[in-house]
């Protein structure tokens, strides 16, 4: 059985860069699309970018200018880059593996906290 | 983006109690809709893809219709650990969205 699971600073100081590594156990990240998601405070929950082991990626439009996402398959983890961020990227951050476009698979998610 | 409408926001029901929650979406979408259930403290977790294939695990008492703009995801008989908030997401286009959710309550 696959997990995933997330790592990365709690606090993050505004205009600077958020960096958040999701760990792969019980499987590979080859062969796969790997996604970040995030969730606000108030629960609303939004894809931010995808990425298939070959470097393929698709970026939210909305956060597209500001997004990394990475993958490095030796290490079987992929990570999310977001710069220049500001309180409304004050979130739950989760990572997921697909099934097609859906997502089976989850992190238990970290919290990321941008305050000064 | 394809904006996500979910109604109602909030339901409260009893045990026993069948349930309907709706997800209207701002273009069609063919069945590239999934719902999940969300409880307090934990990740999502995928219920139903393609508006009405149950995951497996999942129990019978959910279902899933609709194609096109409208969806429906329906809980025949509302047991205890089914409180919680339920989500649809549709995957026809980047960026996938999600609904606003619908917190279902015990009455």
């Known amino acids: 059985q696959v997990q995933l699971k997330e790592s990365g600073p709690g606090l993050v100081k505004p205009s600077e860069t958020l960096s958040l590594t999701c760990t792969v156990s019980?499987?590979?990240?080859?062969?796969?699309?790997w996604s970040w998601i995030r969730q606000t405070p108030g629960g609303s929950l939004e894809w931010i970018a995808y990425?298939?082991?070959?470097?393929?990626?698709d970026y939210n439009p909305s956060l597209k200018s500001r997004v990394t996402i990475s993958v490095d398959t030796s290490k079987n983890q992929f990570s999310l880059k977001v710069s220049s961020v500001s309180a409304t990227d004050t979130a739950v951050y989760y990572c997921?593996?697909?099934?097609?476009?859906?997502?089976?698979?989850w992190g238990q998610g970290t919290l990321v906290t941008v305050t000064s | 983006d394809i904006q996500m409408t979910q109604s109602p926001s909030s339901l409260s029901a009893s045990v026993g109690d069948r349930v309907t929650i709706t997800c209207r979406a701002s273009q069609s979408i063919s069945n590239f809709l999934n719902w999940y259930q969300q409880k307090p403290g934990t990740a999502p977790k995928l219920l139903i893809s393609?508006?009405?294939t149950l995951q497996s695990g999942v129990p019978s008492r959910f279902s899933g219709s609709g194609s096109g703009t409208d969806f429906s995801l329906t809980i025949s008989s509302v047991q205890p650990e089914d409180f919680a908030t339920y989500y649809c997401?549709?995957?026809?286009?980047?960026?996938?969205?999600f609904g606003q959710g619908t917190k279902l309550e015990i009455k």
């Open positions: 990425i298939y082991d070959s470097g393929r990626t």
């Open positions: 997401q549709q995957h026809y286009r980047v960026a996938y969205t």
């Open positions: 393609d508006a009405s």
């Open positions: 019980g499987g590979s990240t080859s062969g796969y699309y």
């Open positions: 997921a593996r697909h099934h097609g476009s859906s997502w089976p698979n």
